[in-house]
């Protein structure tokens, strides 16, 4: 069992950053792949970024590469989703993830769901 939940979202002007971190609870973290989704209203929830147990390899959607970078820390069991030049078309809850499997990019790949965390980017 995992819990997840989401801390360091809020309001910020375009070109901006910020970085969440998604802290677990339980012994197995470093067991799992851990991965950053999106929602904005009145759309499907969507893949933003995901990493390995180890933290080896990573996956990005094409909307965020080369401005989000995903890490994690297994010793403090957290992930971390570092997000610049933000845009307003960023704006959504960002939730995390964990998984089993290989950094997955599918939101049925994944066991377990934080609450989310507000992200809103003004133009």
């Known amino acids: 069992q995992v819990q997840l939940v989401e801390s360091g979202g809020g309001l910020v002007q375009a070109g901006g950053s910020l970085r969440l971190s998604c802290a677990a609870s339980?012994?197995?973290?470093?067991?799992?792949?851990m991965g950053w989704f999106r929602q904005a209203p009145g759309k499907e929830r969507e893949f933003v970024a995901a990493i390995s147990w180890s933290g080896g390899s990573t996956d990005y959607a094409d909307s965020v590469m080369g401005r989000f970078t995903i890490s994690r820390d297994n010793a403090k069991k957290t992930v971390y989703l570092q997000m610049n030049s933000l845009k307003p078309e960023d704006t959504a809850v960002y939730y995390c993830?964990?998984?089993?499997?290989?950094?997955?990019?599918?939101?049925?790949?994944?066991?377990?769901w934080g609450q989310g965390t507000q992200v809103t980017v003004s133009s």
């Open positions: 339980g012994r197995t973290f470093s067991r799992y792949a």
């Open positions: 993830a964990a998984s089993s499997d290989h950094i997955p990019t599918t939101t049925g790949e994944y066991d377990y």
